[in-house]
């Protein structure tokens, strides 16, 4: 009986250990986290649009109306990758999601020279060498310093109402996510 | 020799059974740590950024999504009125009160799991700041129905239970909050369709 009852002390210490050890390794076997989604059907560097069919399994969390994103991967150990869209949309901003799908930087247009979408997301140590000669072509961009190695730039762009289609399309569909290696 | 068998595998099992239950439950049941509420809605500024419970985080690993950052805005859900009961889309309400300030928001019907309502007509369930017709002070009314109704009207359809979800785009608020001062809306029922 004694015996018993130790083995089921022991099952239930054990199951402490396996709630934690499930609870700390669920978020990295997700394939469900945004991160896992575009990488399984975008290469780096390549933008896609996320308001189209192109991710499996439409999002399951709330989605807004007025909101359509854009993203693309990058890996700042290729260097720093220079984001840039075209034209002028009623608002947009931005998130850069790490190799988990958590949302690490957030930015608004407010940041930006005219509103305009042209960023350059480096390493700290990379915008040392940045700040020391600003390459051509970085002169109106917006600095994005992150830690990550690996991530997602991940543009939303608000659309009051559909007489924007064609203005945010372009926007969208311009979206261009460029490496930029540095000397 | 049987006997120390079996009792090795009853800890085995109670182990395993009840780790993958007990987080199982947890994720399923137990309301979020970190909320942010003001009446009737709920927001988690930290869910799906590293300053996230590990709950949270197997949460979100599970659910999925893009949460917007906090330099880009907040979102709020409500899947109760403000007496606490739970909304219902053959039902009408009256959203009442003020919004804070914000660049542009949004207000959309949606169900359970999160997706908009069905259009009524070729009329999204869903409003933005622009949209709307402003009365002189700040506050705003928006009746939430499945009847047409005057002034700001937010089309919902069909039956069964929904949330309401304001978005607040571009606000200082999402950046450093006091709870103490954040005002909402309230969400008062009127009445329901048999």
């Known amino acids: 009986m004694l015996r018993l009852l130790y083995a089921a002390i022991l099952g239930v210490v054990g199951a402490g250990i396996v709630h934690i050890a499930i609870l700390f390794m669920l978020p990295s076997y997700s394939e469900r986290d945004i991160w896992s989604r575009i990488s399984s059907v975008a290469a780096p560097y390549t933008a896609i649009r996320l308001d189209r069919e192109t991710l499996k399994g439409t999002p399951s969390r709330p989605t807004n109306p007025f909101l359509t994103a854009a993203a693309c991967r990058f890996d700042l150990s290729d260097g720093p990758v220079h984001v840039t869209a075209p034209g002028a949309v009623p608002m947009w901003s931005m998130s850069i999601y790490d190799s988990d799908g958590l949302n690490v930087f957030g ?18 140590p990379q915008m040392q060498k940045v700040r020391a000669e600003v390459p051509a072509g970085f002169a109106r961009s917006v600095f994005v310093e992150t830690g990550t190695g690996e991530g997602i730039v991940l543009v939303r762009v608000l659309m009051p109402d559909e007489s924007w289609q064609s203005v945010i399309d372009t926007f969208l569909d311009g979206l261009k996510c460029t490496p930029m290696p540095l000397e | 020799m049987l006997k120390t068998v079996l009792l090795t595998l009853l800890a085995l099992a109670i182990a395993v059974g009840g780790g993958a239950g007990s987080v199982w439950m947890m994720l399923e049941n137990a309301p979020p740590i970190g909320a942010l509420e003001a009446g009737p809605w709920t927001s988690f500024p930290d869910a799906g950024t590293r300053n996230a419970d590990p709950y949270s985080r197997a949460r979100f690993a599970r659910e999925g999504g893009a949460p917007l950052g906090r330099a880009e805005g907040i979102v709020f859900s409500a899947s109760r009125d403000s007496a606490g009961r739970s909304l219902r889309r053959n039902c009408t ?35 933005h700041s622009e949209m709307i017709l402003h009365r002189q002070d700040d506050e705003l009314i928006i009746t939430v129905s499945p009847e047409p109704s005057p002034d700001n009207w937010l089309a919902i359809t069909g039956r069964g239970a929904m949330q309401l979800i304001l978005t607040l785009l571009d606000t200082p608020l999402s950046s450093g909050f006091q709870v103490g001062e954040l005002a909402l809306p309230e969400i008062l029922l009127v009445g329901c369709d048999a």
């Open chain 2, 93 to 127: 309400y009256r959203i009442e009160g003020p919004v804070p300030s914000a660049r542009f928001w949004t207000l959309h019907a949606a169900d359970v799991s999160g997706a908009l309502l069905p259009p009524l007509g070729r009329r999204r369930p869903a409003l």
């Open chain 1, 107 to 124: 930015l608004s247009d407010r940041t930006a020279t005219d509103k305009r979408f042209d960023l350059v997301v480096l390493t700290p």
